[in-house]
């Protein structure tokens, strides 16, 4: 079991930056790869960027290429733009699906709650 909790979100500007913090406990020696994803209201969860956990190579959205930074226990995101407004969730994997399907919640079984990103234009 792995238990994850998200922080650092809140109110910023556009142009603003944020660190989100992805706290993990329980066994997370058995995650091969921690993403994050994002939901916006009436929108579907979508992916944001995944890193695998041995050999740390990135993988990002278009969307925010350039501006995000995915680190093993955080997100860092910077130029923040009001359509980054969301909900944004760290995820793992445990069962190497990530390798399959990176950008798909199906390929994460372990999730946080959410932390709040809002950005005001």
């Known amino acids: 079991q792995v238990q994850l909790e998200e922080s650092g979100g809140g109110l910023v500007q556009a142009g603003d930056s944020l660190r989100l913090s992805c706290t993990a406990s329980?066994?997370?020696?058995?995650?091969?790869?921690m993403a994050w994803f994002r939901q916006a209201p009436g929108k579907e969860r979508e992916f944001v960027a995944t890193?695998?956990w041995s050999g740390g190579s990135t993988s990002y959205a278009d969307s925010v290429k350039g501006r995000f930074t995915i680190s093993r226990n955080s997100l860092q995101m910077n130029n923040l733009k009001p359509e980054d407004t969301a909900v944004y969730y760290c995820?793992?994997?445990?069962?190497?699906?990530?390798?399959?399907?990176?950008?798909?919640?199906?390929?994460?079984?372990?999730w946080g709650r959410g932390t709040q990103v809002t950005v005001s234009s």
């Open positions: 329980g066994h997370t020696s058995i995650a091969y790869a």
């Open positions: 995820a793992v994997d445990s069962r190497g699906l990530f390798r399959i399907r990176p950008n798909s919640t199906a390929a994460y079984n372990y």
């Open positions: 890193i695998h």
